[in-house]
């Protein structure tokens, strides 16, 4: 008994040493991170030429208030290079969303995975299409067939909350008719 205790417990102090020890999750790759402004994010974007950042005419501006998408394609500038096509979007001149996509020619799907193991732990969640990781501020998600992507979890969170739209009246009472089928 006292055996099977003291192994019990040894697997449960390695299993904390291991979080412990495990990295806090990034804002970002590259120096590009989540909450800079737009002008610190084009900066950033034109100091690192692997993300193939042409200037101004890579920001386009989207349907909404004070939304901006980067949209960078690095596939003709840097063939060799790890990095395809990657999306920078803000909100409120801040951003808020990173999605990286990978070259399956210099990187595979699982060596990413488990490079991310390694430095940040086990993800909090695991499917065959998707592993996130995720604290408070950041969710982190390497994204089949091979996509990393960052979210600022707080602007996240106020964008849908602003996207429910409230029922008219019409809506409401058809909905009532419909389920007193």
Same mark, same amino acid.
């Given at each position: 008994?006292?055996?099977?205790?003291?192994?019990?417990?040894?697997?449960?102090?390695?299993?904390?040493?291991?979080?412990?020890?495990?990295?806090?999750?990034?804002?970002?790759?590259?120096?590009?991170?989540?909450?800079?402004?737009?002008?610190?994010?084009?900066?950033?974007?034109?100091?690192?030429?692997?993300?193939?950042?042409?200037?101004? !005419?890579?920001? +386009? @501006?989207?349907?909404? $208030?004070?939304?901006? *998408?980067?949209?960078?394609?690095?596939?003709?500038?840097?063939?060799?290079?790890?990095?395809?096509?990657?999306?920078?979007?803000?909100?409120?001149?801040?951003?808020?969303?990173?999605?990286?996509?990978?070259?399956?020619?210099?990187?595979?799907?699982?060596?990413?995975?488990?490079?991310?193991?390694?430095?940040?732990?086990?993800?909090?969640?695991?499917?065959?299409?998707?592993?996130?990781?995720?604290?408070?501020?950041?969710?982190?998600?390497?994204? !089949?067939?091979? +996509? @990393?992507?960052?979210? $600022?979890?707080?602007? *996240?969170?106020?964008?849908?909350?602003?996207?429910?739209?409230?029922?008219?009246?019409?809506?409401?009472?058809?909905?009532?008719?419909?389920?007193?089928?």
């Amino acid at each position: 008994m006292k055996k099977a205790f003291f192994l019990l417990s040894f697997f449960a102090l390695a299993a904390l040493s291991f979080e412990a020890f495990a990295e806090a999750l990034p804002k970002g790759y590259g120096g590009v991170e989540l909450g800079m402004s737009l002008d610190q994010a084009k900066q950033a974007l034109k100091s690192k030429s692997d993300f193939g950042y042409n200037g101004d !005419r890579d920001v +386009s @501006l989207l349907p909404g $208030d004070a939304r901006v *998408l980067i949209e960078t394609d690095s596939r003709n500038t840097q063939r060799h290079g790890f990095l395809t096509q990657c999306w920078f979007q803000f909100y409120q001149e801040n951003l808020y969303s990173i999605i990286i996509n990978l070259n399956p020619e210099r990187v595979d799907h699982y060596s990413v995975y488990t490079a991310l193991v390694k430095k940040y732990g086990e993800p909090n969640d695991f499917s065959p299409e998707r592993s996130v990781w995720k604290n408070d501020s950041v969710t982190m998600s390497l994204e !089949r067939p091979l +996509s @990393l992507k960052y979210t $600022d979890n707080k602007t *996240l969170e106020d964008l849908s909350q602003k996207s429910l739209v409230q029922k008219n009246g019409w809506e409401v009472t058809r909905e009532m008719f419909l389920n007193e089928l």
